[in-house]
């Protein structure tokens, strides 16, 4: 098993630019969520997803769209990139309503816009 | 809302010595509490993890204990290692858990000194 992937590893933008944040799991999980990692400010959560076709907002939202039209995939979109959004991103993934449903994260996007 | 605090936020140990991370948490409903290592350059990874109707476990070197009444847990190293520097997250659930959502303590940078 893979566990969580994602690509790119790593990410330029200039502002205004819109891109794509791939992430894909291979565990059958039904839960995946994106957060950002600023110094700091622990982890926050972007967007979170229960299930294909399900998707919900987490505490930091704005400027991200997310889409689950598959079980394994979670892609994150940036419309127009900003500064304010320069950070590591990580996707993870887990089962709810297991014993013990502690995430898998992926290896993380370090993101720069200029 | 749902908060998680965690302290210290930086801790520098003793290789041999014993290091304690504590967290608290504000949600009564939250059931589940993860802890996580995240090395450099690496997404967190689950290291240990505490269900509400559990007081104390342990694996090896490492321990969690939560105390539901005081809404706090915290997690134990023994033995402290070079390895074991790191950053470490705790979690809580959101509510009982039945999405999946958890919430992150800002973390603790752990150096242990040999």
């Known amino acids: 098993n893979a566990g969580v992937t994602q690509t790119p590893k790593f990410q330029v933008l200039k502002t205004g630019q819109s891109m794509t944040l791939q992430c894909a799991q291979d565990?059958?999980?039904?839960?995946m969520s994106w957060y950002r990692q600023d110094p700091g400010m622990g982890l926050r959560l972007i967007h979170y997803?229960?299930?294909?076709?399900?998707?919900d907002q987490g505490e930091v939202p704005n400027g991200y769209n997310v889409s689950r039209s598959t079980t394994e995939d979670f892609p994150l979109r940036l419309l127009s990139a900003a500064p304010s959004q320069t950070s590591v991103y990580f996707c993870?993934?887990?089962?709810?309503?297991?014993?013990?449903?502690?995430?898998?994260f992926g290896s993380g996007t370090r993101l720069t816009v200029v | 809302g749902e908060n998680v605090e965690q302290h210290p936020s930086t801790l520098s140990v003793q290789e041999g010595d014993s290091a304690v991370i504590k967290c608290t948490y504000s949600?009564?409903?939250?059931?589940?509490f993860p802890w996580y290592k995240q090395e450099l350059g690496k997404g967190p990874q689950l290291i240990i993890d505490?269900?509400?109707?559990?007081g104390e476990k342990k694996d090896q070197r490492i321990a969690v204990t939560l105390n539901k009444t005081a809404k706090h847990f915290s997690l134990h190293i023994t033995e402290t290692q070079p390895e074991d520097s790191a950053v470490y997250f705790c979690?809580?659930?959101?509510?009982?858990?039945?999405?999946?959502?958890?919430?992150f303590g800002k973390g603790t940078k752990l150096s242990v000194k040999p």
């Open positions: 993870a993934s887990s089962r709810p309503g297991t014993v013990n449903y502690g995430y898998t």
């Open positions: 565990m059958n999980h039904e839960y």
């Open positions: 997803s229960v299930g294909a076709g399900i998707t």
């Open positions: 949600d009564s409903a939250s059931n589940y």
């Open positions: 505490i269900r509400s109707n559990v």
């Open positions: 979690a809580a659930s959101i509510g009982g858990g039945s999405q999946g959502n958890l919430i």
